[in-house]
């Protein structure tokens, strides 16, 4: 009966840790955050023409001085790196499948 009623305790606590770890990462990174999020939106609010033009094009500009700086940073802190394709690998993946992009 003690295990029983101490497992009541245990799943709770555990449970918080566990939110607060899978929380932790996002609260760490928030402009890579902020970035993972556009680049989400863009994914899933664009149609998949839309997504092949956008591929076909290279970026010129501001946009892609912002890229190149994007690049770096994830090149230069694994951690973030991987938080971010972690945050953003299955929608785009998701969408490239939709679109006939990936086999």
């Given at each position: 009966m003690k295990k029983f009623a101490s497992l009541f305790v245990l799943v709770p606590?555990?449970?918080q840790v566990g939110v607060a770890q899978a929380q932790?990462?996002?609260q760490q990174y928030?402009?890579?955050d902020m970035l993972a999020q556009?680049?989400?939106d863009k994914y899933t609010n664009s149609t998949c023409v839309q997504l092949a033009t956008a591929k076909s094009e290279k970026p010129t500009g501001e946009k892609a001085v912002?890229?190149?700086?994007a690049v770096a940073a994830l090149k230069a802190d694994p951690q973030m790196r991987a938080a971010f394709i972690a945050?953003?690998?299955a929608p785009?993946?998701?969408k490239m499948f939709e679109c006939g992009m990936i086999p």
């Amino acid at each position: 009966m003690k295990k029983f009623a101490s497992l009541f305790v245990l799943v709770p606590a555990l449970l918080q840790v566990g939110v607060a770890q899978a929380q932790a990462p996002q609260q760490q990174y928030p402009l890579m955050d902020m970035l993972a999020q556009k680049i989400i939106d863009k994914y899933t609010n664009s149609t998949c023409v839309q997504l092949a033009t956008a591929k076909s094009e290279k970026p010129t500009g501001e946009k892609a001085v912002m890229e190149q700086r994007a690049v770096a940073a994830l090149k230069a802190d694994p951690q973030m790196r991987a938080a971010f394709i972690a945050k953003v690998a299955a929608p785009i993946a998701n969408k490239m499948f939709e679109c006939g992009m990936i086999p």
